[in-house]
């Protein structure tokens, strides 16, 4: 069965400081894997998809998250943050449906 | 072009009450799925349609159910409401191509069942 695992519900980051969202996937088949933000009141925007093209894979708004198989992870970055990305912040892996499954999401937190 | 459209946005029920969500996915579009979403579970998947046919289903009671149209357009019931199914009901809707093609979501039905 496949599982999503985000570590930290909440993470505060200064603004113009380096943003790190951890996933850690569980899947027996290669995976699918995404990173969505949510604004509030809003639904899910994708920001960015695996599908096994390259393991760097780059998003909207500066965001890149780095496939790597040995530590069955794909954690989200950014170099510089920037006040509007304080969001809520979803992984999620797919297999070959249409069934996406999230992880618990973290809320990201911009200090001025 | 037109984003997913969910109605209502609002909506409150009594336990006990049954209520009927609705979505309109982007045009072209021949998957939708459902997923509820609450700060203790988080987003769970209810059910996906393609072509009207209930093709993935989540581990929710049968009080939950779903329909799609020919036009796409799908609806989600849930019948005999209880507390704990106040939540934001999410749609997404995608070409339905596998798990490559991507997900759009609506906004959301936010249901306060009292």
């Known amino acids: 069965a496949q599982s999503v695992t985000q570590l930290g519900s909440h993470v505060s980051v200064s603004e113009g400081a380096l943003v790190l969202l951890r996933c850690n996937y569980s899947?027996?088949?290669?995976?699918?894997l995404f990173w969505y933000v949510q604004y509030p009141n809003q639904g899910l925007q994708l920001l960015l998809k695996?599908?096994?093209?390259?393991?760097l894979v780059k998003g909207i708004n500066g965001f890149e998250a780095e496939f790597k198989k040995s530590e069955t992870s794909f954690h989200l970055t950014k170099p510089s943050a920037h006040m509007s990305d304080a969001a809520e912040y979803f992984c999620?892996?797919?297999?070959?449906?249409?069934?996406?499954?999230f992880g618990k999401g973290t809320r990201l937190h911009i200090l001025p | 072009k037109a984003g997913v459209t969910q109605t209502p946005r609002y909506l409150i029920k009594t336990r006990g009450q049954q209520v009927t969500l609705s979505c309109s996915p982007i045009?072209?579009?021949?998957?939708v799925s459902w997923y509820q979403q609450t700060p203790g579970q988080g987003l769970q998947f209810l059910f996906e349609?393609?072509?009207?046919?209930?093709?993935n289903k989540g581990n929710f009671p049968g009080r939950f159910s779903g329909r799609q149209f020919s036009n796409s357009r799908s609806e989600m019931n849930v019948s005999t409401l209880e507390l704990g199914d106040s939540a934001l009901y999410l749609c997404?809707?995608?070409?339905?191509?596998?798990?490559?093609?991507?997900?759009?979501f609506g906004q959301g039905t936010r249901l306060t069942v009292v």
């Open positions: 349609y393609f072509s009207e046919t209930q093709r």
């Open positions: 695996y599908t096994s093209a390259a393991t």
């Open positions: 997404a809707s995608s070409l339905g191509g596998g798990p490559n093609t991507e997900a759009f």
């Open positions: 045009s072209g579009h021949r998957s």
């Open positions: 899947s027996s088949v290669p995976p699918y």
């Open positions: 999620a892996v797919s297999h070959r449906d249409d069934k996406i499954i």
